[in-house]
């Protein structure tokens, strides 16, 4: 029942270093199951029970948060491949600290961390490899968490934008950016208002530092970007 999702679960980081025969056996020892989600449609709700790790099949989800006052922040946006759930499936928490929400119809593999962690039967490589796997990848999550925090600290929306885009730039290495976030939640991931973003946009564009339409920026003047966040 794996078959028609093997070439996704191979670029998955869980599963670094498998070959197929090994990701077909590891996943008849997990006994993983499917689940498909219309668009805006909850996977799972901060709160409710655990129930497992969640690799993305196809599709879109945003993992969001909210705060005190209701405001959503959304701490990551996940493609096909990626990962969501394995921070907390392993912290002796039973609930789950953050809302998966479907942003396009999406069907996600749900993994049951119990059997990760326990192995199997015959204590076969494969299953040493996904735990190697899981541990690199809980601690690159950490990282990346640590990235989010920085944006907090950083008190200017411009300098929360410019930051953001110079990032998207350095990971491309093109002027020409295809942001993975549309307006509004690029607004929510950096947390500041949507009219507030557009209009600090607007002003970069305005004095020559970048193009923009939709989601495609144009970083026109690196330079002058890199001298704001100094």
């Known amino acids: 029942m794996y078959q028609k999702w093997l070439e996704i679960l191979m670029k998955s980081a869980l599963f670094r270093g498998f070959s197929t025969e090994d990701l077909l056996g590891i996943l008849d020892c997990l006994k993983p199951r499917v689940a498909s989600y219309k668009k805006n ?33 959304i701490i990551a946006v996940l493609k096909p491949g990626e990962m969501f759930g394995e921070t907390a499936a392993f912290s002796g928490s039973a609930v789950w600290p953050a809302t998966v929400l479907a942003q396009a119809a999406s069907t996600v593999l749900c993994l049951p961390p119990e059997k990760i962690v326990r192995g199997c039967e015959k204590a076969c490589l494969s299953h040493h490899n996904l735990i ?20 907090f600290l950083i008190k200017s929306i411009r300098g929360k934008i410019t930051t953001y885009l110079l990032e998207q730039y350095q990971e491309t290495g093109s002027s020409t950016l295809i942001l993975p ?14 009219p507030s973003l557009s209009r600090e946009m607007c002003r970069m564009r305005d004095e020559g530092i970048i193009e923009f339409h939709r989601s495609s920026v144009y970083i026109k003047d690196a330079e002058a970007m890199r001298k704001m966040i100094e």
């Open 181 to 194: 976030l549309n307006r509004n939640d690029l607004a929510d991931f950096l947390n500041v208002s949507r």
């Open 41 to 73: 449609e909850f996977i799972t709700m901060a709160g409710e029970n655990l129930t497992g790790v969640g690799i993305i099949l196809s599709g879109e989800v945003a993992v969001t948060k909210e705060n005190a006052v209701g405001n959503r922040i």
């Open 132 to 151: 190697t796997n899981m541990l690199r990848t809980i601690s690159d999550k950490a990282l990346m968490l640590n990235q989010k925090v920085e944006y």
